[in-house]
């Protein structure tokens, strides 16, 4: 890593006066020796970056005029402009002694999105750095070229270990490392694109808890060319007071080298439990049994159908235990055995269905996940596809709690015949394949008059007050403008090396696939959002 010192910086830094300024762009150099410079009314000064903060740029600017427009430019070797920024910046705060941390190239560091309404009271965790959604991060890794090579080459080796990576998350106020946090690629289906998803796991044990998000995912949003369609579905489990990862969009380097445009979310491990399920508290002090469903066998899916007390009786592929919470060691799937065959000996037809399942089941928290898989189309998801889930055992609660997870696959993205349905059907189709019921979404929400009442309220208050495209469509307008050059950086990069899959979206597949059809995805996210929000009231009549 290049580390260029000026000498004299810390003088100059300590010799400031009233006008002086900092200066702070993020960029890489095209060559070893190249760096970036700032030119304030034609007079170039040089940036400096140091091991500790590459690639953030950065100098102080003496008896610079704060109202002064400036350009970052990118200089060679020699120290000569080879690039410079298209348009002029200047500082908006008036008493501003520096710039955010500003990338180069990038006119707007912060964006403000339409707020989108709270139409049930927030359940988001304590907010953290790593989730400001306004602006968009830099993610800088290094790790030994070889083996990450090799990683990236060998991506559908899910057994391989976690690599070790230097981590650097740097946005306009912040910059923050770890000398070592464990890397590898992540997901399932996203592992056949040339464009990857990664996790990185930091050592709490060290103290770096990366804003008390300890276990990320970089999510590569592979099969959706407007990156979009994930943020929108978290944006609307927010609004509706389900409990769900937050998200933020970066942009990540791997040993100077462009990555990809990714969505930053947590992992669903326990440290999100904590922070997410527990409000952050410290109890209690053992958490909850964790599992986790997965449909990637084929033919099984992970439909909670009891199929025996025993953990050998459930294909570990389909379910896994994450955290063991009462269970012992040898029988880690017991605790939830247990509840799914409360689940196959309940009658649906008995009045009471939400007490009886209130005192089981989180019962707010799993309609709210269903009325979102339901809208979106998630036919990935729980619902359709006994997939991407999770069932938490809250001890505090005594109760188990639903946990949605990866909405990638929404909005129309996929197996539209079997999605684009109304809700009844799409719950009674579950009932039809045989030994693929899913007990929990047909025994509840469409057999159990209760129940389904209830669903149905959280359905048409959802439609009318977030699910619509009055709503959505200036939130999405403002996504697109926010998000398109990135879009565009990652459309231009090239993976042709890497194995796997590339759907070869462009940016006009971007801007299209929000308002119409493109290759493969047969509803625009706009027109989907219409397809429901009007079909929808219809159903309900
Ligand atoms: C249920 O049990 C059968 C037979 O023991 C097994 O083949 C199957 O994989 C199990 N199903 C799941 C989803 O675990």
Same mark, same amino acid.
């Given at each position: 890593?290049?580390?260029?010192?000026?000498?004299?910086?810390?003088?100059?830094?300590?010799?400031?006066?009233?006008?002086?300024?900092?200066?702070?762009?993020?960029?890489?150099?095209?060559?070893?020796?190249?760096?970036?410079?700032?030119?304030?009314?034609?007079?170039?000064?040089?940036?400096?970056?140091?091991?500790?903060?590459?690639?953030?740029?950065?100098?102080?600017?003496?008896?610079?005029?704060?109202?002064?427009?400036?350009?970052?430019?990118?200089?060679?070797?020699?120290?000569?402009?080879?690039?410079?920024?298209? @348009?002029?910046?200047?500082?908006?705060?008036?008493?501003? $002694?520096?710039?955010?941390?500003?990338?180069?190239?990038?006119?707007?560091? #912060?964006?403000?999105?339409?707020?989108?309404?709270?139409?049930?009271?927030?359940?988001?965790?304590?907010?953290?750095?790593? #989730?400001?959604?306004?602006?968009?991060?830099?993610?800088?890794?290094?790790? !030994?070229?070889?083996? +990450?090579?090799?990683?990236?080459?060998?991506?559908?080796?899910?057994? $391989?270990?976690?690599?070790?990576?230097?981590? *650097?998350?740097?946005?306009?106020?912040?910059?923050?490392?770890?000398?070592?946090?464990?890397?590898?690629?992540?997901?399932?289906?996203?592992?056949?694109?040339?464009?990857?998803?990664?996790?990185?796991?930091?050592?709490?044990?060290?103290?770096?808890?990366?804003?008390?998000?300890?276990?990320?995912?970089?999510?590569?949003?592979?099969?959706?060319?407007?990156?979009? $369609?994930?943020?929108?579905?978290?944006?609307?489990?927010?609004? %509706?007071?389900?409990?769900?990862?937050?998200?933020?969009?970066?942009?990540?380097?791997?040993?100077?080298?462009?990555?990809? +445009?990714?969505?930053?979310?947590? !992992?669903?491990?326990?440290? #999100? %439990?904590?922070?997410?399920?527990?409000?952050?508290?410290?109890?209690?002090?053992?958490?909850?049994?964790?599992?986790?469903?997965?449909? /990637?066998?084929?033919?099984?899916?992970?439909?909670?159908?009891?199929?025996?007390?025993?953990?050998?009786?459930?294909?570990?592929?389909?379910?896994?235990?994450?955290?063991?919470?009462?269970?012992?060691?040898?029988?880690?799937?017991?605790? #939830?055995?247990?509840?799914?065959?409360?689940?196959?000996?309940?009658?649906?037809?008995?009045?009471?269905?939400?007490?009886?399942?209130?005192?089981?089941?989180?019962?707010?928290?799993?309609?709210?996940?269903?009325?979102?898989?339901?809208?979106?189309?998630?036919?990935?998801?729980?619902?359709?596809?006994?997939?991407?889930?999770?069932?938490?055992?809250?001890?505090?609660?005594? *109760?188990?709690?639903? %946990?949605?997870?990866? +909405?990638?696959?929404?909005?129309?993205?996929?197996?539209?015949?079997?999605?684009?349905?109304?809700?009844?059907?799409?719950?009674?189709? *579950?009932?039809?394949?045989?030994?693929?019921? /899913?007990?929990?979404?047909?025994?509840?929400?469409?057999?159990?008059?209760?129940?389904?009442?209830?669903?149905?309220? @959280?359905?048409?208050?959802?439609?009318?007050?977030?699910?619509?495209?009055?709503?959505?469509?200036?939130?999405?307008?403002?996504?697109?403008?926010?998000?398109?050059?990135?879009?565009?950086?990652?459309?231009?990069?090239?993976?042709?090396?890497?194995?796997?899959?590339?759907?070869?979206?462009?940016?006009?597949?971007? /801007?299209?696939?929000?308002?119409?059809?493109?290759?493969?995805?047969?509803?625009?996210?706009?027109?989907?959002?219409?397809?429901?929000?009007?079909?929808?009231?219809?159903?309900?009549?």
């Amino acid at each position: 890593m290049r580390s260029l010192i000026i000498p004299g910086l810390l003088a100059l830094v300590a010799s400031s006066a009233l006008a002086d300024v900092v200066y702070n762009v993020i960029g890489y150099p095209d060559t070893d020796k190249g760096a970036f410079g700032v030119v304030i009314n034609n007079k170039l000064t040089p940036l400096t970056t140091t091991e500790a903060t590459f690639p953030l740029w950065s100098a102080n600017v003496v008896g610079a005029n704060p109202s002064s427009g400036y350009r970052y430019v990118k200089l060679n070797d020699q120290g000569a402009i080879v690039d410079k920024e298209k @348009f002029l910046r200047r500082i908006t705060t008036v008493k501003a $002694r520096n710039t955010p941390n500003e990338f180069y190239q990038r006119q707007n560091t #912060f964006a403000t999105f339409p707020s989108l309404p709270q139409v049930y009271p927030s359940v988001r965790p304590k907010s953290s750095k790593a #989730f400001d959604d306004t602006q968009i991060a830099t993610i800088h890794l290094t790790a !030994d070229p070889a083996i +990450f090579a090799d990683m990236v080459a060998n991506p559908l080796d899910e057994e $391989r270990k976690a690599i070790k990576a230097g981590f *650097r998350f740097i946005n306009a106020d912040t910059v923050y490392s770890a000398a070592e946090v464990k890397l590898k690629v992540s997901g399932h289906g996203s592992r056949k694109f040339k464009k990857l998803s990664l996790r990185i796991k930091f050592n709490d044990d060290k103290g770096d808890t990366f804003f008390d998000r300890p276990i990320i995912k970089l999510r590569s949003q592979s099969s959706e060319p407007t990156f979009m $369609r994930e943020k929108l579905y978290i944006d609307s489990l927010n609004a %509706i007071g389900a409990r769900t990862t937050q998200a933020a969009w970066v942009r990540v380097y791997v040993n100077n080298k462009p990555f990809g +445009f990714h969505l930053l979310v947590e !992992d669903i491990e326990t440290p #999100f %439990i904590r922070t997410t399920f527990h409000d952050g508290s410290a109890e209690p002090k053992e958490l909850g049994s964790l599992y986790q469903m997965g449909s /990637h066998v084929i033919g099984e899916e992970g439909t909670m159908i009891y199929n025996g007390s025993l953990t050998a009786n459930y294909n570990p592929e389909v379910y896994s235990n994450k955290n063991l919470g009462a269970n012992t060691k040898d029988e880690p799937i017991a605790q #939830f055995a247990a509840f799914m065959k409360d689940l196959a000996e309940y009658d649906p037809t008995l009045a009471g269905g939400m007490k009886f399942w209130n005192t089981r089941l989180d019962v707010d928290q799993f309609l709210k996940s269903m009325v979102l898989e339901y809208l979106a189309g998630a036919w990935d998801g729980s619902w359709w596809k006994g997939n991407n889930y999770f069932m938490y055992f809250n001890p505090t609660q005594a *109760r188990w709690q639903f %946990i949605p997870t990866d +909405f990638d696959s929404t909005f129309s993205d996929g197996n539209l015949a079997d999605v684009a349905v109304p809700y009844k059907q799409f719950a009674a189709s *579950r009932l039809r394949r045989k030994g693929k019921d /899913h007990p929990l979404v047909t025994k509840l929400i469409y057999k159990n008059k209760e129940i389904s009442k209830e669903f149905e309220k @959280f359905l048409k208050t959802t439609v009318e007050k977030v699910f619509n495209n009055a709503v959505l469509d200036p939130r999405i307008a403002a996504y697109e403008k926010f998000i398109e050059a990135e879009a565009a950086w990652d459309f231009s990069l090239d993976r042709s090396k890497n194995p796997g899959k590339d759907p070869k979206y462009t940016i006009a597949t971007f /801007h299209n696939s929000l308002t119409g059809p493109v290759t493969g995805i047969t509803y625009g996210v706009k027109p989907w959002i219409n397809y429901r929000a009007t079909d929808v009231p219809k159903q309900l009549k």
